[in-house]
């Protein structure tokens, strides 16, 4: 499995989870910060957000960007999703998340703008450790990246 990088919830020392270390709790043993003892973690791993001509969005681990998609945020798993469902539209679908203006533009140039308007917006304002991508790039396909 892969090492994640993690950060303290408690102390924000960032580490790998192969450096936390085992302390016992009425629960069994439990790994924890090695600087201040905390259980609690943030889950850094590097993830990217694209979006779909339809206004639709996804995510996964950097790199996984399909080919065609438009990359719009970088962040960490932790904050990324959490991010997002504050900024974007949710669809009738559950968990279904949109950018706004995307779905009802008349063509694709009114799409382009309301996906423009959206991340300078959403850039605009500060969202933890989420980085929006503006203007938005074209996603290459993961691997050839
Ligand atoms: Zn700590």
Known sequence: ?????????????????TERIGRPTELGDVLAC???GAHSYYDMTPQVA???????????DQGQEPE??????RGPKCSLKSILN????????????????????????GAADALDQWLS????????D?????PPEKALGGAAA
């Open 1 to 17: 499995m892969a090492d994640l990088i993690v950060k303290c919830a408690r102390c924000r020392y960032p580490h790998r989870e």
């Open 34 to 36: 090695p600087r201040c």
């Open 121 to 128: 917006w959403c850039a605009s304002t500060s969202h933890e």
């Open 130 to 134: 989420v980085v929006f991508v503006t």
């Open 68 to 73: 065609g998609s438009i990359v719009i945020a």
């Open 86 to 109: 504050v900024v974007a539209r949710h669809g009738f679908q559950n968990g279904v998340l949109l950018v706004p203006g995307v779905p009802e533009a008349d063509d694709q140039r």
């Open 50 to 60: 694209w979006c779909w001509a339809s206004g639709l969005i996804e995510w996964g």
